[in-house]
């Protein structure tokens, strides 16, 4: 269906929905502009700063004259150093031929989408999902098909909802894990009951998002291209902006079939062309240099996921489960709709998260943003003395609700 617009543009970009995250960022913003004080726990971005060592590689390589365009797919320096990750992390075998450096994850995807999707080939994805996958793949001129998991299922989607959502239209299934927005892990046994369902058909593929992994509470960490029956149509996507809390450098990679990072390298050169020069050679050194300031974030995150869960606990009505990774806590709230408080009912999780930035100032992400319309994100990225006290307004709120 067209949008009708005052201005002459594409119905793509009328039709494209804005980054809920993003949004309700610039709004905590602009309510902190007015005066109030505002705890953003919004945005998906670690509040540590990038490691020495990384920053100092990086200052090194702009000494060293590491200011020119770069291959479009990476330095092959970074490259390889990216097969060397998979291999020691994941247990995933690449050459740098297969591995293609972008500007950010979140192209990572784009490109994919772009390289493998025609009009109205199918995409299945896990719901709860990262706020930008369904609009990529419309971009791309996919059609997002959304396969829900709820709390009762810690928000995973098992094989058998998999399977019933294939067409013969399918064309890619796209996940994350650990999860954003919910923080749950696919099980070993969890992926590999996947990977059956969709090996049966043959041109399918799967876009593994596996981002969050160094913020993972669990004793493993698995990636699906390591299950033999998808190996050769699993496309894994990383970066370095969780892990290495690197959002701004804006960096990531995938590793595929070569002839998939040889059409994203295709795009890409038409887009954007190579990452910044002296970022990757930073981002080499954050993947084979000192991983202690990546474990020692890890632990703080989770001594804030117990902190955090305690504190939610304690308001009435908030069903909340325990995410394995990430840092993110993903309540459902739905025993609040139909409830007011001067003059604002909350009839959805939407009303929810603007109720709460308004009376609380406390900015949160409605989950409607990421296809599950009972809960809120809430990202403990954040000092325990911001989590206690945002945790503290969101109580004083909620028990405002009648």
């Not at 594409?10 to 309700?24: N, P």
């Not at 793949?137 to 995973?156: C, H, N, S, T």
């Not at 954003?180 to 399918?204: C, D, M, Q, W, Y």
């Amino acid at each position: 269906m067209s949008v009708v617009s005052t201005y002459p543009l594409s119905q793509r970009v009328l039709q494209m929905e804005e980054s809920a995250t993003l949004r309700m960022t610039q709004l905590a913003r602009n309510l902190k502009a007015q005066g109030h004080d505002v705890i953003s726990l919004s945005i998906g971005e670690p509040d540590f700063d990038t490691p020495d060592h990384i920053k100092e590689a990086a200052k090194k390589a702009l000494d060293e004259g590491y200011t020119k365009y770069t291959p479009v797919p990476g330095l092959n320096e970074l490259r390889e150093a990216i097969c060397v990750k998979f291999k020691r992390d994941n247990g995933l075998e690449f050459k740098p031929s297969q591995i293609v450096v972008s500007n950010g994850a979140k192209q990572t995807i784009a490109n994919l989408c772009l390289a493998l999707l025609d009009e109205g080939d199918e995409v299945i994805i896990f719901a709860p999902y990262w706020v930008s996958y369904s609009a990529i793949v419309e971009l791309a001129g996919g059609v997002p098909v959304l396969v829900k998991a709820d709390i009762e299922q810690d928000y995973k989607v098992t094989a058998e909802q998999v399977k019933n959502a294939i067409t013969d239209k399918t064309k890619m299934v796209i996940f994350s894990s650990p999860c954003n927005p919910t923080g749950s892990v696919f099980l070993r046994s969890e992926l590999e009951a996947i990977a059956a369902e969709i090996s049966k058909h043959e041109n399918i593929f799967i876009v593994a998002d596996e981002i969050y992994e160094y913020i993972n509470f669990t004793d493993q960490h698995t990636s699906i291209g390591t299950i033999p029956s998808v190996k050769d149509r699993t496309i894994t996507v990383n970066g370095f902006a969780k892990g290495f809390a690197m959002t701004g450098w804006r960096l990531g990679y995938m590793g595929g079939p070569e002839w998939i990072a040889e059409a994203c390298t295709k795009i890409q050169g038409q887009i954007t062309s190579g990452a910044n020069s002296f970022g990757q050679k930073a981002a080499a050194e954050a993947l084979l240099g000192d991983m202690n300031p990546s474990l020692k974030m890890r632990d703080a995150f989770l001594e804030r996921r117990e902190l955090v869960i305690g504190l939610l606990n304690e308001i009435p009505d908030f069903k909340v489960n325990t995410p394995e990774g990430a840092f993110y806590i993903f309540p459902d709230i739905s025993a609040y709709f139909g409830k007011s408080y001067d003059g604002q009912t909350i009839h959805n999780a939407d009303d929810f998260a603007e109720y709460i930035l308004n009376e609380g100032h406390v900015a949160v992400v409605s989950g409607s943003a990421f296809g599950a319309d009972n809960c809120f994100r809430l990202s403990y990225a954040a000092s325990e003395d911001q989590l206690q006290e945002a945790i503290r307004r969101i109580g004083e709120a909620v028990r405002k609700l009648k």
